[in-house]
Structures are given as structure tokens and as C-alpha cells.
């Protein structure tokens, strides 16, 4: 029981930050789950990926409200990030605990640093020339990630919304955080059909990353956007350093 509540509260604060920075939750989740709570990483990761799905729901529901939400990118950018969510998800039976730990952290240092050198001016929008389609194909990339390593994508989505689309930080942040949850729903099939979803944990870890995820997002239009872009960054780093240890120790 102890395990249990440990789990809730854990959730909890992961779902304040995944609501705040757009990550889906899975780059802090899939440490958590492993590292604390022991759980196999292939287990950890579909479990990330329900609570993916929750914070997404309860995140989204309060960003389309304050019309942040970009529906048009939502719709294009999601027919090709559940295609490498999918394939992704079926190949991962197929990779090590190891393997996955170690792409884990590259893409999470990747990310933290596209984020520090991108823009930071709220109104600078505008993006790429044929930005559309320049970003559906790094939406399968995306996708790819929310498969294999449990995160919702949103370590991408956001730096593609941002630096391809051209779309402010707290606009990026949250269309990113609606579109982790469709990825995620797709990319949990493959370890369902597998049996890689510890059942009995999913309540409690959902219903912590929902109860967050509600808090952060009534706190989001509070912060700065330079401030979610450092926090965004600093975990991102520190979440990297943690998988390193972890693959390297075995």
C-alpha cells in the first residue's frame, strides 16, 4: 500500500511539471518507474504512456478554453506522428532495456538544447518556408518516441511547433500537450497486445498525473515564457544524466 501511495504522490508532481513544460510526463515517468519503483522499462514505459493519455486529457481540456490550442496543426502533425508511434510501439518488444535508456538520453539532451537556442520572443511567429510539411516528417520521428521510450513527444512536438511552425512558446506548449495524447493512445496498443501494462498500477499513477497535470495547467499562464523554457531544458538535461547512469550500470 505504502508502494502504492508512494506512486500517487510521485504522479502528482510529475503531472504538475508535464502540464507547465508540454512534456506528456513520460521524461520524468519512465526514470521514476525504473529507478524507484523498480518496474522493467518496457513495463514502465506503457505505464508512462496511460499516464501520457490522462495528463494530456486534463491539460488540453483547460488550453483549448484559452484558445492556445492550434487545431490545424494538431490535425496535420497527428496523421503522421501515430504512424512512428505504432511502429515504434511494435518494435520496442524487440529492443534492450539499454538500448532504450541510452536513445532516451540523447534525444532528451537534443531537445534541451534546441529549446535554450530557439526563440523566445512570444510574438515572432512565422516558421519556415513549406513549414507543414517539413514538420509532418519530423512528426514521425515524434512519434517514434512516444513508441519506444514512453515519452509523449512533446520533447519534440514542442521544438518543431516552435522552430519550423513558428509558433509562440506557451502557443507550442500547449497544442503539444492535446497532440501527446493522441500519440500516446496509439503507441500503447502495441504493449497491451503484448502485456506490458502493469494494470494494477495504472489508477494510481493516472489519477496523480491528472490531479497535477489540473494544478499545473491553472498555473501556466502565471509563468514566464523564458522560465518554462529553462525549466524545460534543466529537466531535460537532468533526466538524461539519470538514464546514462542507469543504462551504464546495467
Not at 517514434?144 to 512536438?157: A, E, F, Q, T, Y
Not at 502493469?198 to 490531479?211: M, N, Y
Request: glycine letters at 12%; aromatic letters at 8%; hydrophobic letters at 55%.
Amino acid at each position: 500500500m505504502q508502494e502504492y501511495a508512494l506512486l500517487l504522490l510521485l504522479s502528482a508532481a510529475v503531472g504538475v511539471l508535464s502540464s507547465i513544460l508540454g512534456l506528456g510526463g513520460g521524461v520524468l515517468l519512465v526514470p521514476i518507474f525504473t529507478l524507484i519503483l523498480k518496474l522493467p522499462i518496457h513495463q514502465a514505459v506503457a505505464l508512462s504512456l496511460c499516464c501520457v493519455m490522462a495528463t494530456s486529457v486534463t491539460s488540453a481540456a483547460k488550453y483549448l478554453k484559452s484558445n492556445l490550442v492550434d487545431l490545424k496543426a494538431v490535425l496535420y502533425l497527428e496523421t503522421t506522428t501515430i504512424i512512428g508511434s505504432y511502429a515504434a510501439g511494435s518494435l520496442a518488444g524487440y529492443v534492450s532495456e539499454q538500448g532504450i535508456a541510452m536513445v532516451f538520453a540523447v534525444i532528451l539532451v537534443f531537445s534541451a538544447v534546441v529549446m535554450l537556442l530557439g526563440r523566445s520572443d512570444a510574438k515572432n511567429a512565422g516558421g519556415i518556408k513549406n513549414a507543414y510539411p517539413v514538420a509532418m516528417g519530423a512528426s514521425v520521428f515524434a512519434g517514434g518516441l512516444v513508441g519506444l521510450l514512453g515519452v509523449g513527444g512533446g520533447i519534440v512536438k514542442v521544438p518543431i511547433l516552435q522552430l519550423i511552425l513558428g509558433k509562440p512558446v506557451k502557443e507550442a506548449v500547449a497544442t503539444s500537450t492535446m497532440m501527446v495524447g493522441i500519440s500516446a493512445a496509439v503507441g500503447v496498443i502495441p504493449y497491451m497486445n503484448r502485456g506490458d501494462v502493469p494494470v494494477e498500477w495504472v489508477p494510481f499513477a493516472t489519477l496523480g498525473t491528472v490531479a497535477g497535470a489540473f494544478l499545473g495547467a491553472r498555473v501556466f499562464h502565471k509563468i514566464e515564457s523564458l522560465y518554462i523554457k529553462i525549466v524545460f531544458a534543466a529537466v531535460l538535461l537532468y533526466t538524461a544524466v539519470t538514464m546514462i547512469l542507469s543504462a551504464v550500470r546495467g
